[in-house]
């Protein structure tokens, strides 16, 4: 639970990001301000259809500043079943992500790091039950089975990184996901039921078709809601989901000379 200093910390350091990035960008930029808004119906990025859970999400938001977007989703269905999930990627003043513009994204965490960082996994005391395994599905995922102590619902945590930059000397990605599924309670999942449940999960323009609502929505200043900050920090009810760490500053900004090494200072 985030108590209400910390969120004042949050919402101070979200303005402070501001107020930086607005003073550093370069000629030609958006100038867009760190915010947390609704996604609007039908233009949802993030998709995920498994066993238990209904179809529409139960919280959405999504994030841009001059360097990054990144949408958080929760589904939630019959008998304790959710998932939640974060997708992350860097941009370039709303060029998107593309090879060679400078913005990548740097997270250096397992999969089973990426489930220690939800609320929900933690408040029901995650065990761990295997190893992490690889699996080339819709994207090249790690998957991380665990159980919840407090229902003995079966898991599993996904984490994938995609489209490389080929410019950057580190080799980082311009793409990450992460996040994960319990079962309904009762419900036993083997491997190939958590293969199975993966495959249901696409990013619309991605590893799925997307609408003309996604493909037309641009990076633009939204209107920050601090309820939704609050609801997507905290979870809704507090603790049985959500992600304190949202959201994730995870861009790094490279050379300005294509294929050039080191960092932007």
Same mark, same amino acid.
């Given at each position: 639970?985030?108590?209400?200093?910390?969120?004042?910390?949050?919402?101070?350091?979200?303005?402070?990001?501001?107020?930086?990035?607005?003073?550093?960008?370069?000629?030609?930029?958006?100038?867009?301000?760190? $915010?947390?808004?609704?996604?609007?119906?039908?233009?949802?990025?993030?998709? &995920?259809?498994?066993?238990?859970?209904?179809?529409?999400?139960?919280?959405?938001?999504?994030?841009?500043?001059?360097?990054?977007?990144?949408?958080?989703?929760?589904?939630?269905?019959?008998?304790?079943?959710?998932?939640?999930?974060?997708?992350?990627?860097?941009?370039?003043?709303?060029?998107? $992500?593309?090879?060679?513009?400078?913005?990548?994204?740097?997270?250096?965490?397992?999969?089973?790091?990426?489930?220690?960082?939800?609320?929900?996994?933690?408040?029901?005391?995650?065990? &761990?039950?295997?190893?992490?395994?690889?699996?080339?599905?819709?994207?090249?995922?790690?998957?991380?089975?665990?159980?919840?102590?407090?229902?003995?619902?079966?898991?599993?945590? &996904?984490?994938?990184?995609?489209?490389?930059?080929?410019?950057?000397?580190?080799?980082?990605?311009?793409?990450?996901? &992460?996040?994960?599924?319990?079962?309904?309670?009762?419900?036993?999942?083997?491997?190939?039921?958590?293969?199975?449940?993966?495959?249901?999960?696409?990013?619309?323009?991605?590893?799925?078709?997307?609408?003309? $609502?996604?493909?037309?929505?641009?990076?633009?200043?939204?209107?920050?809601?601090?309820?939704?900050?609050?609801?997507?920090?905290?979870?809704?009810?507090?603790?049985?989901?959500?992600?304190?760490?949202?959201?994730?500053?995870?861009?790094?900004?490279?050379?300005?000379?294509?294929?050039?090494?080191?960092?932007?200072?």
């Amino acid at each position: 639970m985030i108590s209400s200093s910390k969120k004042m910390m949050k919402a101070a350091a979200l303005t402070a990001v501001a107020v930086v990035m607005t003073a550093c960008a370069g000629n030609g930029a958006l100038n867009v301000r760190p $915010a947390i808004a609704p996604v609007p119906a039908g233009s949802e990025r993030v998709l &995920f259809k498994a066993p238990g859970l209904d179809e529409q999400s139960a919280l959405r938001a999504q994030y841009q500043d001059n360097d990054q977007q990144e949408e958080y989703a929760l589904f939630r269905g019959k008998d304790g079943a959710q998932a939640e999930v974060v997708s992350a990627v860097a941009s370039f003043y709303g060029a998107g $992500a593309a090879g060679g513009d400078r913005h990548v994204l740097d997270f250096a965490k397992i999969t089973k790091q990426t489930v220690e960082m939800w609320n929900m996994p933690l408040a029901k005391r995650v065990t &761990f039950t295997g190893d992490a395994f690889p699996y080339n599905g819709k994207l090249p995922y790690y998957l991380q089975p665990f159980g919840l102590a407090a229902t003995g619902q079966n898991c599993v945590g &996904f984490h994938t990184e995609f489209n490389r930059d080929a410019h950057d000397p580190k080799g980082a990605y311009d793409n990450q996901l &992460f996040g994960y599924y319990c079962a309904p309670t009762g419900t036993k999942m083997a491997k190939q039921d958590m293969i199975a449940a993966v495959d249901g999960l696409d990013i619309a323009g991605i590893t799925s078709r997307a609408p003309a $609502a996604v493909m037309e929505r641009t990076f633009r200043q939204l209107r920050n809601d601090p309820q939704l900050v609050q609801a997507v920090n905290q979870g809704a009810p507090t603790g049985t989901a959500g992600l304190p760490a949202f959201p994730l500053e995870l861009v790094r900004i490279y050379s300005d000379e294509l294929g050039g090494s080191g960092d932007k200072p």
